[in-house]
């Protein structure tokens, strides 16, 4: 070939690409050119047919058709079912964690709501019972009092300060005093006739100081001469007698009237020594209340009726009644009975705090069992309180004591007068504290 022709085949080609820069596109036939391939020759080069394109296309989706096939470029959505799969695969599992994540959220709401009401029903119970303990603190500790002394003995301040002997007597502050009556009357019923309202065959004032947890019981002989007031069954003041303080019980409604005057009675004999709660017992109902602790552990102190001096006994039903109640024909058979009495009553306190301190429900649960058998003005206030002092601080210790008493028999009729001085002295010990 001749390289002149070389050279101007090369100038067309040339120029034919620089027509096709300007946009004139002219084909070379040229058949002897061997610039350019056997593709290159069979097809020819069209313009990119364009779909609209978004942001989310990629340039693998794109293809281009040729002149010899006449194929129209289309647009190729590569792995477009796959990926609508994937999204509402993709949906499907968010609403599922979204259900998940409500039903979380409510089981908490529910949670916290149940959690949030029985907090609230602890702190009513809780503040209840705080409520009830304060109360029942406020009623059984009382500083309103009026103490009146023999004449060999001064006061202050209504009584909270005793001149006696030489020295000075402050009046204990924490003290709570009961008076606990066994009345000698088969069933506690209201009568209506002056005087045959029953009799208090048992009197005790116990005094517990909460801060020492001492319980001082005091046993007063039911034949002890004091001043009684006489009333009718209705109420109605009739005088004053000096007379047996069993009696005392006698006037009145044979319930609360009947307690408080016997009340009434003891202050007496306590220099009007504030006392702020009673609680009698029918004697015939000692059977149900001993049964329902369990029984009572005693050591008789003198052989008389079943009882043998110095023999332990456990006991139950009537022999408990038959422990308590049984007296001689002599004229000091009532103060021994005292001494068996007091044996008694402290087994069963000591019973009571015992079975308390397993179940705290117990003093309660005794409470509401006396109820047939009982007169008191004890309220739940009352109970909460003294359970707390039952339960907490320490064993509660007892001392159980006779008033000193000298008998007589009058008509056939035993009669105990107190020993003034004796009996002042007794009563300085157990309510007030020396302080000079």
Known sequence: MNPQNENQNENEVN?????????????????????????????????VIKDEKTVSDEITDYVFSSRSNHKHKKKVKRYHHHHHHDHNHD????????????????????VLGIVCSLLALILIAVGSGIFMMING???????????????????????????????TYSMKENLINFLFLGIDKENINLQKETGTQGQADVIILASFDTKTRKTTM??????????????????????????????????????????????????????NLP???????????????????????????????????GQSYHLMGKQAESFVRTRGDEAYAN????ERQKIYMQSFMNTVISQTK????????????????SCTNLNPSKVTYLTKEAMTGGSV???????????????????????????FEQFLTVFYDMVS
Request: proline share 4%.
């Open 358 to 373: 397993k179940d705290i429900f117990t003093p309660l649960n005794l409470f509401n069992s006396t109820a047939p058998y």
């Open 15 to 47: 120029g034919g690409k620089n027509d096709a820069a300007g946009e004139n596109i002219v084909e070379n036939s040229t058949e002897n050119s061997v610039e350019y391939s056997e593709t290159a020759m069979a097809v020819e080069r069209r313009p």
């Open 275 to 309: 006392i702020s709660t009673y609680f009698s017992l029918d004697l015939d109902g000692l059977e149900f209340v001993n049964d329902s602790i369990g029984g009572v552990d005693v050591t008789s102190p003198q052989t008389i009726g079943e009882f043998v001096a």
């Open 218 to 271: 005091l046993n007063i002989p039911r034949d002890t001469m004091t001043d009684v007031t006489v009333l009718t069954p209705d109420g109605l003041y009739v005088g004053m007698k000096n007379q047996q303080i069993c009696l005392s019980y006698a006037y009145g409604n044979g319930k609360d009237q009947s307690c408080e005057n016997t009340l009434h009675a003891v202050q007496r004999i306590f220099y």
């Open 91 to 110: 949906h499907e599992q968010e609403r599922i964690e979204q259900q998940k994540k409500n039903r979380k959220r409510f089981i908490k709401k529910v």
């Open 335 to 338: 103060l021994q009975r005292n």
């Open 397 to 423: 210790q007892f001392e159980i004591n006779n008033i000193p008493v000298y008998f007589t028999v009058n008509n056939d009729s035993v009669e105990n007068y107190i020993l003034e001085k004796e009996f």
């Open 137 to 167: 603190e406020n009623q059984l500790l009382t500083s309103d009092y009026n103490i009146t002394v023999p004449d060999f003995a001064e006061t202050q301040g209504n009584g909270k300060f005793i001149y006696y002997n030489g020295h």
